[in-house]
């Protein structure tokens, strides 16, 4: 029987597509989904807010497979004229191959933008799951080979994909990040008490020290948001951004759009001194894991940035009963703070022969060295001896 035809089509816009089919292939099942990154309410926040688009370096070209008529495979793909906002870097690989007399830029990216996050890139209906995948990734293949772009990169994508990429012949690399694990805690004391005496101690001190800055912390999430409180945490996200970056990601219009769309996905946490804000953090709730995202403070105060992104995560994470929290990109720091190093996984064609080679034995030697990086890192871990095991 012949398998009927794949049409593929890339968009320059979400206007191409309906909401109810990109997703049905990135959030089935109609419930809150395993991240919220890659759902159309998200992607269109980007798109409207000007965040991508324009002079931002990201363009959209959403990849998008039909079969008989009907929508099975979805992509968030861009085309890209840098390597910012992408947290798994190849700026060395653009370097080399421009050293070389190539042009890297521009090149196709599957990613979320400025999101460090695992989660599904190839996003297919239930039941086109191989067939899916296939299709998106010969199809963003090939608009690479027709017009002569040095690559495509799949970044932050899951395990799964990962293997099944490297079985079609992408380059599989990995890196690292730094996750806190529930293991069934019933509060955060249950939590402290799987830690070396000597830690618990520090974290209890830390916690001390910034919940006494005077004033009081307050999560919220849902109809809880109101709009003011995204000035203020504007003025925190541009403090951060200026010093990070250079210049904010986002554009101040994203925060307007997740007030309307995405404030049931996110839970904001702020620290106020009588009714004005000095500090915020931004996580964003999926099916079973809290992403902390955006941190950002108009005043300094000791280890309220430990406390607003990383404990109070871990006590919504511990209420809500879920598996897990993702800090976000890099920071040792975080290691003492009972988030322990994972791997992450990202794909990637190459289309000069010669750089390929070279590209596949760097991410060969690149994967060795995170390796055992994190079993080093996880043998300095704040867990008590006995539960280091229980934790990997």
Not at 139 to 151: F, H, M, P, W, Y
Not at 187 to 202: E, H, Q, V, Y
Not at 272 to 283: H, S, W
Not at 347 to 360: K, S, Y
Request: aromatic share 12%; with cysteine; hydrophobic share 40%.
């Amino acid at each position: 029987m012949t398998e009927p035809a794949i049409e593929l089509t890339a968009l320059p816009s979400l206007d191409g597509i309906d909401a109810a089919d990109w997703d049905a292939c990135a959030a089935p099942g109609g419930d809150r989904p395993v991240d919220p990154f890659t759902t159309y309410r998200f992607l269109r926040a980007l798109e409207d807010s000007g965040s991508v688009g324009g002079r931002s370096g990201w363009q959209p070209r959403y990849l998008v497979a039909k079969s008989e008529g009907q929508v099975i495979a979805v992509c968030p793909l861009y085309a890209k004229g840098h390597s910012q906002g992408e947290y798994i870097f190849d700026h060395n690989w653009a370097h080399a191959y421009e050293n070389a007399g190539g042009a890297y830029y521009p090149k196709l990216q599957i990613a979320v933008p400025f999101t460090p996050a695992t989660g599904r890139r190839f996003l297919t209906r239930p039941g086109h799951e191989v067939v899916g995948m296939a299709a998106l990734v010969q199809g963003a293949v090939q608009i690479a080979a027709d017009n002569d772009l040095s690559s495509v990169h799949a970044t932050f994508c899951t395990e799964a994909e990962a293997l099944a990429g490297s079985e079609m012949g992408l380059l599989h690399r990995i890196g690292q990040q730094f996750h806190w694990v529930n293991n069934g805690y019933a509060d955060f004391d249950a939590f402290l008490n799987d830690l070396s005496s000597r830690k618990r101690k520090n974290i209890r001190k830390e916690r001390a020290t910034a919940q006494g800055f005077g004033g009081r912390i307050v999560k919220l999430t849902g109809d809880a948001i109101q709009p003011h409180h995204w000035d203020a945490f504007w003025r925190f996200y541009q403090d951060t951004g200026n010093r990070k970056w250079g210049t904010p990601y986002l554009t101040r219009a994203f925060f307007d759009h997740a007030q309307d769309s995405l404030r049931d996905d996110m839970l904001l946490v702020l620290a106020v001194d009588g009714d004005r804000p000095v500090a915020g953090a931004l996580n964003f709730i999926g099916r079973n894991t809290l992403f902390g995202r955006y941190w950002g403070s108009t005043e300094y105060h000791p280890a309220l940035h430990f406390e607003l992104c990383y404990y109070q995560a871990i006590d919504f994470a511990i209420a809500q009963g879920m598996e897990r929290v993702e800090a976000g990109a890099q920071g040792e720091h975080k290691l003492a703070r009972g988030y322990l190093p994972v791997p992450t996984h990202s794909l990637h064609w190459i289309g000069d022969p010669g750089f390929r080679d070279a590209i596949a034995r760097y991410v060969q030697a690149e994967k060795r060295a995170v390796d055992e990086e994190i079993e080093v890192l996880t043998s300095y871990g704040p867990f008590r001896r006995e539960n280091r095991e229980e934790q990997q």
